[in-house]
């Protein structure tokens, strides 16, 4: 019931995972029968498709905490319980993303030795994908919790782009040891430790060049980070727009591009990609853009699927027992 185009998007979205082939399990909707059943085929439920009844719905702009305790039959809340109860193995949601992320983290808890869950997105770079972590899950964060997220981006980075021992940077205003704040400076000395390839300080520049896999930073750096690169495919559209209406030479030439510069606004699609994965949950918990659209909501729901089948959590409760405790 969640996101700019609820249920509409979400229930077509669901239909369109089902009709592919990649699809081998089943999709259940939680929400209001009466407003899913219009973007249903008439007849019986298609196959893959079951319904469960919700009677309320926590809007975009509610207060996370007071939805969770207010409305206990709304669509995340039941839903979140059915996959902690092991009766779904997945959650997706393009609904309020407060909400998702503190139900996934009460209802589903915490892997061991994880203190806090994080987000991470993955940008195109100029040699595959760099992924940024945290992307705005925690606007403050201590030095322990950069060092968690660096091992769960690591993790996930290795098992979603097949990247072996993954190179991971600490996001910093240089690339010298010693530079920073007080966090980072504490940061950099527990990823030299931990069990992974740290590559260092990395600067801003770094994360388009691809000079590392992962990028660590705090959630507060890392949503406009996320926020600027969404930004991007418009910016150079209009650029190009811009450029064609100087002349037909100009235009014709653009026109040789048209192909390429598709392949290169494809890779910044948000939509192709689906959601995010909150990581550090016991359980698969994928947050989606609010205005998510059908293609979006079935890309989410396979990269729940794909979550699931490389057992992410497993190997990030492997990776955390080998961190020390949290001082």
């Avoid at 969640?2 to 077509?12: L, N, S, T, W, Y």
């Avoid at 085929?41 to 809007?59: D, F, N, S």
């Avoid at 190179?167 to 704040?181: A, I, M, T």
Wanted: net charge neutral; glycine share 12%; with cysteine.
């Amino acid at each position: 019931m969640g996101g700019d185009f609820a249920p509409e998007a979400a229930v077509r979205g669901a239909l369109e995972c089902v009709a592919d082939p990649r699809c081998d399990f089943g999709v259940v909707l939680f929400g209001d029968e009466q407003r899913i059943q219009p973007f249903l085929p008439a007849g019986p439920l298609p196959e893959g498709i079951t319904v469960v009844h919700t009677r309320e719905t926590i809007g975009m702009g509610e207060s996370a905490t007071t939805a969770l305790k207010s409305k206990r039959d709304s669509s995340i809340v039941r839903a979140l319980e059915a996959h902690k109860a092991g009766e779904v193995h997945g959650f997706i949601s393009a609904g309020n993303t407060g909400a998702v992320m503190a139900a996934s983290t009460l209802i589903l808890g915490r892997l061991p030795g994880v203190a806090r869950p994080t987000i991470g997105t993955f940008l195109p770079s100029q040699k595959g994908w760099t992924l940024v972590i945290d992307a705005g899950a925690n606007v403050d964060s201590k030095p322990h919790h950069l060092a968690q997220f660096g091992v769960m981006g690591a993790v996930l980075t290795e098992l979603l782009r097949g990247v072996e021992n993954p190179s991971v940077g600490l996001l910093n205003v240089g690339e010298e040891e010693g530079k920073g704040n007080e966090a980072t400076i504490e940061a950099y000395k527990l990823l030299k430790n931990a069990p992974l390839r740290f590559a260092g300080n990395v600067e801003g520049r770094d994360i388009l060049k691809g000079t590392v896999d992962v990028v660590v930073c705090d959630g507060f750096t890392g949503n406009i980070i996320l926020k600027f690169a969404e930004s991007i495919p418009g910016f150079l559209k209009a650029k190009f727009t811009e450029l064609a209406q100087r002349g037909l030479v100009a235009k014709l030439s653009l026109g040789l591009l048209r192909s390429p510069m598709r392949a290169m606004m494809k890779e910044w699609d948000y939509q192709e990609h689906g959601g995010v994965p909150l990581l550090g949950v016991n359980g698969v918990s994928i947050i989606g853009h609010g205005s998510s659209s059908p293609r979006a909501i079935k890309h989410m729901i396979l990269k729940a699927k794909e979550m699931i089948d490389r057992r992410v959590n497993e190997r990030i409760a492997e990776a955390m027992a080998t961190l020390p405790p949290a001082a």
